[in-house]
């Protein structure tokens, strides 16, 4: 899968499901599980135990998903990541050589940032996302949607707070995609061994993804678009 199928994988899915766990043996049991629920954009955050290792596995065991890292803050991570399988590299602020080496690499890759001359600054830099984050707690979808209308050609991607309230919200507000954590893979869950749990809020994400597109569709007097 190159740079562009990746790409549109995030486009149609809207989902980025963040894996932050304690052990790699987590991991793999929460991707699985958000997979299983449809939801096939997989991070892993380099804070995970062996997480080049766990990205490598993933790659493996699952080899229909989209697996790459987050938390990615020097070249030299990066580097190891690739060389694990990532498809994708994200970081929770803006680096200038992260951006350049994955362009370079064919990669594709999203930095952090929040205020707007930081987004444009990552969208000149060639970042394929610019994700903004911490999205709720600057001011949740009405901070989102004010960037989107300030910069309607740069893919946003919300990230930090996003929640089973506001995922439609996001959407609406013009976040090409969601990243969420411990909303989507909650600690108990991961402890109670809850399979179906994970899988049932993974559905219910994707779900609110489709609304929010569809009431966007609807404001434009189209018919909703049904993405499998």
């Not at 001359?117 to 999205?135: L, Q, S, Y």
């Not at 209308?149 to 707070?161: E, W, Y």
């Not at 909650?186 to 994400?205: C, G, S, T």
Request: aromatic share 6%.
């Amino acid at each position: 899968m190159d740079k562009h199928d990746v790409r549109r994988r995030f486009e149609t899915s809207g989902i980025i499901a963040a894996i932050r766990v304690d052990s790699a043996e987590d991991a793999l049991f929460a991707a699985e599980a958000v997979t299983s629920g449809g939801v096939s954009i997989i991070e892993i955050p380099l804070t995970v135990p062996e997480a080049a290792q766990v990205i490598a596995a993933l790659g493996r065991t699952l080899p229909h998903a989209v697996v790459g890292a987050g938390g990615v803050g020097t070249v030299s991570a990066a580097k190891q990541c690739l060389d694990a399988g990532a498809q994708f590299l994200t970081s929770d602020g803006f680096q200038a050589a992260l951006v350049e080496f994955a362009a370079q690499h064919e990669i594709l890759a999203y930095p952090g940032a929040l205020t707007p001359t930081e987004v444009i600054t990552a969208w000149e830099a060639r970042a394929d996302f610019v994700k903004v984050v911490p999205c709720v707690q600057i001011g949740g979808e009405a901070y989102l949607g004010s960037l989107h209308r300030m910069f309607p050609q740069i893919p946003l991607i919300a990230s930090g707070g996003v929640n089973q309230v506001n995922a439609a919200n996001f959407i609406v507000a013009g976040a090409a995609a969601l990243g969420i954590g411990r909303e989507l893979v909650p600690p108990d869950a991961i402890r109670l061994r809850q399979h179906h749990r994970i899988a049932e809020l993974a559905r219910r994400f994707l779900g609110f993804v489709q609304a929010g597109r569809n009431h966007l569709e609807a404001r434009r007097g189209r018919p909703p678009v049904i993405h499998e």
